[in-house]
Nanobody
Framework: QVQVVESGGGLVQAGGSLRLSCTAS????????MGWFRQAPGREREGVSC????????YYADSVKGRFTISRDNTKNTLYLQIDSLKPEDTGMYYC????????????????????????????WGQGTQVTVSS
């Protein structure tokens, strides 16, 4: 049974930092690209940042470039998101998700881009961790 669990959210002041973590179990972690998505009240879930299986390729939404850093540790089955210079508009529920790369012997070699860092490309999801930024 696959489980994806996020942690690290909280209430912070604008300009502050947080480090989100996501641990996935019940799967071969290195066979999955990973992503962070966020959803603000009344808005669609959007891809914030995604990373390929090795960590060598990353994607960031324009709104977070230069402030967010995604990374992964395949030895710990863990994904991270370092969030700096937080803004009130970063407020939302942050979700971790997996994108399967190996299916019936076929390897998905697509890198993280604005086309692949979208919610319908991802299959297993965590319950989310809330980030609230006060001004």
């Amino acid at each position: 049974q696959v489980q994806v669990v996020e942690s690290g959210g909280g209430l912070v002041q604008a300009g502050g930092s947080l480090r989100l973590s996501c641990t996935a179990s019940g799967l071969t972690f290195k066979n999955y690209a990973m992503g962070w998505f966020r959803q603000a009240p009344g808005r669609e879930r959007e891809g914030v940042s995604c990373i390929n299986w090795s960590g060598g390729s990353t994607y960031y939404a324009d709104s977070v470039k230069g402030r967010f850093t995604i990374s992964r540790d395949n030895t710990k089955n863990t994904l991270y998101l370092q969030i700096d210079s937080l803004k009130p508009e970063d407020t939302g529920m942050y979700y971790c998700a997996t994108r399967r790369l190996v299916r019936l012997g076929v390897i998905d070699t697509r890198l993280p881009t604005s086309d692949t860092c979208v919610k319908y490309e991802y299959n297993y999801w965590g319950q989310g961790t809330q980030v609230t930024v006060s001004s």
